[in-house]
C-alpha cells in the first residue's frame, strides 16, 4: 500500500484499561503491533500502528488505559496519555459495553469531552453475553458525547485472515476516520506498520508472554529489557532480562524446572519469528529489581 499524497494524520485511540484498544489496531494494521492479554493496562507506551493506502496514511496511537491509581507507574502512564493527546487529528474513544460506566469511564468521557478535534465513539464487545450499549448512550448523553459518530466492534480477531480481508465494521470505521484528517505527506514510508525498534518489539513480546502465564500481582511487577541483540548469519539473538520486584515473582517465571521461562522463550520466539524476517533466538533470564515502579528515573525511560 503506497499514499504519495491524499490524507495523512495521528489518531490516537483513548479508553479505560481492557476496552480493546490493542487488537483493534492490531486488526486495522494486519500486524502485531501491540501486545495484549487480559490483564488491565499491560500497554505502558504510546505505540504507534501505521495504516496506509490509496486514500493515505493513519498513524494509530495506542494509549495506556486511563487509571485512577495513584501510584506513580500510573501517574506516569496518565501523563502520556495526555502528552499523546496534545497534537493528534482525531480521537477515537473506546467503551467496553460491558461493563458499567464507573469512576474511570467518568474520567475518560470527561477527557473526551474537553478536546477540540474530531472525535468518533467505538462500542467494544457488542457480542458478549452482557454487552449493554443502551446503558452505555445513556453515559454518553450526560457528557455530551452521544451526537458523536457511533460505530461498534464485536469480538475483533487480533491475527488478520489469510486473504488479508478486514470486517466491515472496521472498513466502516476507517472510512469514517479518513475525512476527519488534514491534506498532507505520509509519515512513515509507505511500507512501514509500526515505528517501533527490534530492541522494544523483542520485550514487548517478552513480556506479553510473561504477563500471560501469571496472575494477580506478578503482572504489574515485570518489566523487561534487551541487553544485548545480534544479527548472526541465519538468525537474530537477543539476551533479555525479566525483571520483578520481589525473589517469590522471580520464583513463579522460572517454575519448576524451568519450565514457565521455557515456555514464555518458546513462545517469544514463535512470536518474534513471524514479526522479524528471520528467526530470533533468545537467552532470557529472570532478576529482581526491589521497587522498580517507585523509580521515577527509570520510569521515565520505560514508558514514554
Known amino acids: 500500500m503506497n499514499s504519495e499524497s491524499g490524507k495523512s494524520g495521528f489518531v490516537v485511540v483513548l479508553g479505560r484499561p481492557s476496552t480493546g484498544k490493542s487488537t483493534l489496531i492490531n486488526r486495522v494494521c494486519g500486524e502485531k503491533i501491540s501486545i495484549v492479554s487480559p490483564v488491565p493496562q499491560t500497554t505502558r507506551n504510546t505505540i504507534r500502528g501505521i495504516y496506509t493506502e490509496e486514500r493515505g ?89 452521544a451526537d458523536l459518530p457511533r460505530f461498534q466492534t464485536g469480538g475483533l480477531q487480533e491475527e488478520a485472515t489469510e486473504d488479508g480481508s478486514r470486517p466491515r465494521e472496521i472498513e466502516d470505521l476507517l472510512a469514517a476516520i479518513f475525512p476527519l484528517l488534514p491534506e498532507g505527506q505520509p509519515w512513515y514510508p509507505g511500507d512501514h506498520y509500526t515505528d517501533q525498534p527490534p530492541q522494544f518489539r523483542i520485550a514487548e513480546i517478552v513480556r506479553e508472554q510473561a504477563i500471560l502465564r501469571t496472575r494477580q500481582e506478578v503482572p504489574h511487577a515485570i518489566y523487561v529489557e534487551v541487553a544485548d541483540l545480534e544479527q548472526r548469519p541465519k538468525y537474530l539473538w537477543a539476551r533479555v532480562f525479566i525483571f520483578v520486584e520481589r525473589p517469590t515473582q522471580q520464583g513463579i517465571l522460572v517454575g519448576k524446572g524451568a519450565a514457565t521461562i521455557t515456555e514464555i522463550r518458546r513462545e517469544s520466539q514463535k512470536i518474534l519469528g513471524r514479526i522479524f524476517p528471520m528467526p530470533v533466538r533468545l537467552a532470557l533470564q529472570v532478576k529482581v529489581r526491589p521497587r522498580w515502579r517507585r523509580d521515577d528515573n527509570l520510569l521515565n525511560s520505560l514508558i514514554q
Open 57 to 145: 496514511q493513519i498513524v494509530f496511537l495506542d494509549t495506556p488505559g486511563l487509571h485512577q491509581a495513584e501510584k506513580k507507574i500510573n501517574l506516569r502512564m496518565r501523563d502520556l496519555v495526555t502528552e499523546s493527546l496534545e497534537d493528534c487529528d482525531a480521537l477515537i474513544y473506546t467503551v467496553d459495553t460491558t461493563r458499567l460506566p464507573g469512576e474511570e469511564e467518568e474520567a475518560v468521557a470527561q477527557l473526551a469531552s474537553s478536546l477540540d478535534v474530531p472525535r468518533i465513539i467505538l462500542l467494544t464487545k457488542m457480542d458478549h453475553p452482557e454487552s449493554n450499549p443502551a446503558r452505555i448512550v445513556e453515559f454518553l448523553t450526560t457528557h455530551a458525547l
